[in-house]
């Protein structure tokens, strides 16, 4: 029986490239040609996709195979201050906007 399995690789940024290309190389050896990549910018301000012209092309060769593209915000970086009770904690570290 063939099933569907839905695969997101989150954080994917040229700053987080070499662990995001071990997941990859992962899923290319089982076969898995079409994951969602979630794409931060900048991630944590470390630069960007405009300084990293290898990982777009990998990229681009991805989406050519089937892989889809998602923004997964720009810089993924929480800015406010550290949560004060439980309640703040889970909406902050748990659940999104």
Known sequence: M???LCIALHDVAPA????????????????????TL?????FHGRGGFAQAPDVV???QRRVAAGAELAQHGLLHLDLAPPPRTPAQWLRRRVLTA
């Open 2 to 4: 063939n099933g569907l």
């Open 38 to 42: 979630l794409l931060v910018p900048d």
């Open 16 to 35: 987080t490239w070499d662990a995001c290309r071990r997941w990859l190389d992962q899923l290319d050896a089982l076969d898995v040609v079409a994951p």
């Open 57 to 59: 092309r990998e990229l």
